[in-house]
């Protein structure tokens, strides 16, 4: 069975600074990957997502992410943080293989951004 | 852009009742699922639909829960009698086609049983 474990439930970082939020996965065959973001009272927003060819994938509000098959990890990355990133970060997995496509989503990683 | 809605925003029912949660997934989208997300904890797959029939359902899904597609535009998902771990906010979610594209997601329907 597919999981997904996001490491540290709260990741707090000045502005400015670098983000980096920690997402590995479990599965029996590569896996699709996406972050999603949830800001409060709105619902989910894909960041990025990796399905297949490059590794290194780019998203929305100057997020990264890479996929790396031996680490099973797909980290998100951001080089300077702004207050306007604080959220709730969501790394989820979905099975190439599985008709109905659904997600399995991490159990998030909420984003504080000091002054 | 077009986008997931769902409605009510919040709905606050009595333990045993009945609750029919409404979704209007983007309109040339083919799949459609429900999610829910329990305060604090991780968001969670119920269902996923298309062609008028459920694709997959997790264990949650009971014989409690049902999913509708009752004409070209609504996406429903009913709980028959609620009980008090029901509460949750449930998602909506629809695809134009499978595991590769993304799923845009609504902004959800906050449940409280009581």
């Known amino acids: 069975a597919q999981s997904v474990t996001q490491l540290g439930s709260h990741v707090s970082v000045s502005e400015g600074a670098l983000v980096l939020l920690r997402c590995n996965y479990s599965?029996?065959?590569?896996?699709?990957l996406f972050w999603y973001v949830q800001y409060p009272n709105q619902g989910l927003q894909l960041l990025l997502k990796?399905?297949?060819?490059?590794?290194l994938v780019k998203g929305i509000n100057g997020f990264e992410a890479e996929f790396k098959k031996s680490e099973t990890s797909f980290h998100l990355t951001k080089p300077s943080a702004h207050m306007s990133d604080a959220a709730e970060y969501f790394c989820?997995?979905?099975?190439?293989?599985?008709?109905?496509?659904?997600?399995?989503f991490g159990q998030g990683t909420e984003l504080s951004v000091k002054p | 852009e077009p986008e997931v809605t769902q409605t009510p925003s919040h709905q606050v029912t009595q333990m045993g009742q009945e609750v029919i949660l409404r979704c209007v997934p983007i309109?040339?989208?083919?799949?459609f699922y429900w999610y829910r997300q329990i305060l604090g904890q991780k968001v969670e797959f119920l269902v996923s639909?298309?062609?008028?029939?459920?694709?997959?359902k997790s264990e949650i899904f009971d014989d409690q829960f049902s999913v509708e597609r009752p004409d070209g535009s609504n996406f429903t998902l009913k709980i028959r009698s609620t009980k008090l771990e029901d509460s949750a906010m449930y998602f909506c979610?629809?695809?134009?086609?499978?595991?590769?594209?993304?799923?845009?997601f609504g902004p959800g329907t906050r449940l409280t049983v009581l």
């Open positions: 979610a629809s695809t134009q086609r499978l595991s590769t594209d993304t799923q845009y």
């Open positions: 599965s029996s065959v590569p896996p699709y």
């Open positions: 990796y399905t297949t060819g490059a590794t």
């Open positions: 989820a997995v979905s099975d190439r293989g599985n008709q109905g496509g659904k997600l399995i």
């Open positions: 309109s040339n989208h083919l799949y």
């Open positions: 639909f298309y062609n008028n029939e459920i694709s997959e």
